[in-house]
């Protein structure tokens, strides 16, 4: 099976308790930057195979440095599985304005936006419902709470998107999850983080209407249809594609 990789953030064994005694709440108007270097995001790709059901293969995001595409500085990106650890891979961010762009080829194509307001389509027919803060560890962040047909995702400034279950229509045999955030060797976010507080926020059933959006991964890279077999989810339900003869 195919596999892809994706960013956003990570639920580490480290002491979250720890960290509230150095942690310093930055200004109310300060935006926190999502690409600082050394961040990790430790995540999951939530795999599903016919015979074996669901199971999560862990990998991690590093941001390690600058680097140029073209004339334009940008922040490079390094992807790390757990289980092929002799296989690395590298991309290039670029933060601007409360959004980030994946950059290839010289291309900025926008993957993040953190100035979404309630009722914005964010691009991949989501639609945004609820624009509020999470406080963790004494760190105030924005969040943007998105309705994909009845998921809920969570944008954290700083921190990323949940995860991109159903962030396009059709989808391969897994989605990607973040699990936690991890800045100078300490748990800044967890994955239950992006839910605290979100009781009295409920899925809408608005249509997403006719909005075209190609399949992309959480990095913005495009991810092809084609598939000998594979499960797809549409409507929030699974689909199981037989081979093509």
């Known amino acids: 099976m195919k596999t892809r990789a994706i960013i956003t953030a990570i639920i580490a064994a480290a002491s979250i308790s720890s960290l509230q005694s150095k942690a310093a709440k930055p200004s ?3 935006a926190q930057e999502l690409l600082t270097d050394g961040k990790v995001w430790n995540c999951v790709q939530r795999m599903y195979n016919d015979q074996t059901g669901e199971y999560d293969r862990p990998f991690t ?3 390690v440095g600058d680097t140029i595409v073209g004339d334009v500085k940008c922040k490079r990106l390094e992807q790390f599985w757990n289980d092929d650890t002799a296989t690395l891979s590298h991309f290039a961010a670029l933060e601007r304005d409360a959004r980030v762009y994946l ?3 010289e291309e900025q194509r926008e993957f993040l936006n953190f100035d979404l307001s309630v009722g914005d389509i964010d691009g991949c027919a989501g639609r945004v419902i609820s ?3 999470v406080v963790v560890n004494g760190i105030s962040r924005k969040r943007i709470t998105i309705d994909r047909s009845g998921h809920l995702q969570y944008l954290v400034e700083g921190i990323g ?5 159903l962030r396009y229509y059709e989808q391969n045999s897994f989605y990607n999850v973040v699990q936690s955030v991890i800045e100078e060797g300490m748990c800044v976010f967890a994955a239950r983080d992006f839910k605290s507080g979100t009781a009295g926020i409920h899925p809408t ?20 249809s084609e598939t000998n077999k594979a499960v797809v989810i549409k409507n929030g339900k699974k689909y199981l594609l037989k081979p093509s003869k």
């Open 28 to 30: 109310a108007s300060a």
């Open 61 to 63: 995001i590093t941001v």
């Open 103 to 105: 950059v290839i080829d």
């Open 131 to 133: 624009v509020d803060k």
């Open 161 to 165: 998107l949940s995860d991109d279950y």
């Open 205 to 224: 059933d608005a249509a997403t209407g006719s909005h075209t959006c190609l399949s992309f991964d959480l990095l913005g890279r495009p991810i092809s």
